[in-house]
């Protein structure tokens, strides 16, 4: 697999993807300043989300568990952290500037059109959409990048489903998109022996992809599990200061 030049194989280095989400609060400034600090720290690829909340939510949706103290629902939260074209534009931008992988997971076709623009290296599919075929024939049909699936909350024979429909779909659409699968426990946070780090190895055995790490744990003990099990890729959440 080869993401802006960059080789990810048996090899290779693990590549190290810093997920920002959605953790600038919508601020430009401050989704620069993680630009920043993951460049500084080592991180090879950052990551961020794009939520439409138009074609992803409504003002019926209730937050599953209350955080925010100005928005009432996940529709207001998604509409006040959201960027527009430009401010999306300006991250790429500033991203390549800083010699650091611009990466952002779509959660719609619309957000797909959105990134197709910005001419995305590779496409992270979050968990929660490994099952959204609408999504994933969308970016088989108008891209030829490297897919990159996370697995929580998966069963077996669902990620087993899901590739053998991407697979059918690039045959269909003769592509040769490349695939990735990251070990994924979809709980925030991860205690470290819910991780399931023995994961990797077996989904790499099962496969025969690119096999990585989706981190939900902060636990810097884990990433380094991760490598030891055969971690090619690492998907970790970062913050400015865990106080």
């Not at 209350?66 to 401010?87: A, G, L, P, V």
Request: charge should be positive.
């Amino acid at each position: 697999m080869i993401i802006k030049k960059r080789k990810i194989n048996e090899f290779s280095k693990t590549l190290l993807i810093a997920e920002v989400g959605l953790s600038h609060d919508g601020s430009l400034g401050i989704a620069k300043s993680f630009i920043d600090k993951a460049k500084d720290n080592g991180a090879d690829a950052i990551k961020f989300q794009m939520h439409i909340p138009e074609f992803e939510s409504s003002k019926f949706e209730n937050f599953r568990k209350k955080f925010s103290f100005q928005d009432k629902n996940r529709y207001e939260y998604w509409k006040r952290t959201s960027f527009t074209y430009k401010e999306w534009s300006v991250l790429k931008n500033y991203s390549e500037k800083k010699n650091i992988i611009f990466l952002c997971s779509p959660f719609s076709k619309e957000s797909v059109d959105y990134l197709l623009k910005l001419k995305l290296d590779a496409w992270k599919i979050a968990s929660g959409e490994i099952n959204n075929f609408l999504m994933l024939d969308y970016i088989i049909k108008k891209s030829n990048k490297p897919i990159i699936l996370s697995t929580g909350l998966s069963e077996e024979k669902e990620i087993a489903r899901t590739l053998a429909h991407i697979k059918s779909k690039l045959i269909k659409n003769k592509k040769k998109n490349e695939l990735a699968l990251l070990q994924c426990y979809s709980q925030y946070p991860t205690p470290l022996s819910k991780i399931g780090h023995k994961l990797i190895m077996l989904l790499k055995k099962k496969f025969k992809l690119i096999t990585g790490l989706s981190d939900h744990s902060g636990n810097l003990n884990s990433l380094i599990s991760g490598i030891t099990m055969g971690a090619k890729i690492l998907e970790f959440h970062v913050t400015f200061d865990k106080k």
